[in-house]
Nanobody, 115 residues
Framework: QARLAESGGGWVETGGSLRLSCATTPNIFGISTMGWYRQIPGKERELVAVMDRLHLPTYSDSVKGRFTISKDIAASTVNLQMNSLKPEDSDVYFC?????????WGQGIQVTVSS
């Protein structure tokens, strides 16, 4: 029923920027954390940046200082601003929203950073 609508991503040169957005359709109540993960080949999905219900962010060490997660309450949207992108950031990024009784995933957004 509930779906996560992802947008953004694309192709950029090293040092460029991209902005990912994720909107809940319809609104999901009781979300404890919402944010972005990425799939590393040969590994499980890795946390990139998430925000809790108090709007406090958590970032992986590899993206701290470069990525910024924010929440647009009125639009029911979580955004991820990605700056100073590196080739190692290239991956498929997945939006995630989870609460006590649910764990929803988006279908994935491709991010490609050229050398």
């Amino acid at each position: 029923q509930a779906r996560l609508a992802e947008s953004g991503g694309g192709w950029v040169e090293t040092g460029g920027s991209l902005r990912l957005s994720c909107a809940t359709t319809p609104n999901i109540f009781g979300i404890s954390t919402m944010g972005w993960y990425r799939q590393i080949p040969g590994k499980e999905r890795e946390l990139v940046a998430v925000m809790d219900r108090l709007h406090l962010p958590t970032y992986s060490d590899s993206v701290k200082g470069r990525f910024t997660i924010s929440k647009d309450i009125a639009a029911s949207t979580v955004n991820l601003q990605m700056n100073s992108l590196k080739p190692e950031d290239s991956d498929v990024y997945f939006c995630n929203a989870r609460g006590m009784g649910f764990n929803f995933w988006g279908q994935g957004i491709q991010v490609t950073v050229s050398s």
